[in-house]
Nanobody, 126 residues
Framework: QVQLVESRGGLVQAGGSLRLSCAASGRTFSSQFMGWFRQAPGKEREFVAAITRSGGSTYYADSVKGRFTISRDNAKNTVYLQMSSLKPEDTAVYYC???????????????????WGQGTQVTVSS
């Protein structure tokens, strides 16, 4: 069983930056696609970013492209989400997600991810 633990989010002013991390347990991290999703109050969960097993390819939602960067360190079993130029509409609970070991995912489809973190609140003030 893979467990994912996100770092604490926080409160940041618009235009600011914040980095989230997500540490995975177990020995299968390097064989898993990793993604970040978010859910704002009253809204559906939405895809934010994803990264392939080697880290060679990354994918982003249009709303965050050019502002957010996903990366991973397979030696540390950790995936990161660097968020810059934050906007009030980025306010949400952010979730780290992992695909099944050895299996590809449709990056934006939440149901393709088998493991989820507990979520961390990010609030951007205007």
């Amino acid at each position: 069983q893979v467990q994912l633990v996100e770092s604490r989010g926080g409160l940041v002013q618009a235009g600011g930056s914040l980095r989230l991390s997500c540490a995975a347990s177990g020995r299968t991290f390097s064989s898993q696609f990793m993604g970040w999703f978010r859910q704002a109050p009253g809204k559906e969960r939405e895809f934010v970013a994803a990264i392939t097993r080697s880290g060679g390819s990354t994918y982003y939602a249009d709303s965050v492209k050019g502002r957010f960067t996903i990366s991973r360190d397979n030696a540390k079993n950790t995936v990161y989400l660097q968020m810059s130029s934050l906007k009030p509409e980025d306010t949400a609970v952010y979730y780290c997600a992992a695909g099944r070991p050895g299996r590809a995912v449709v990056v934006g489809r939440g149901t393709d991810y088998d493991y989820w973190g507990q979520g961390t609140q990010v609030t951007v003030s205007s």
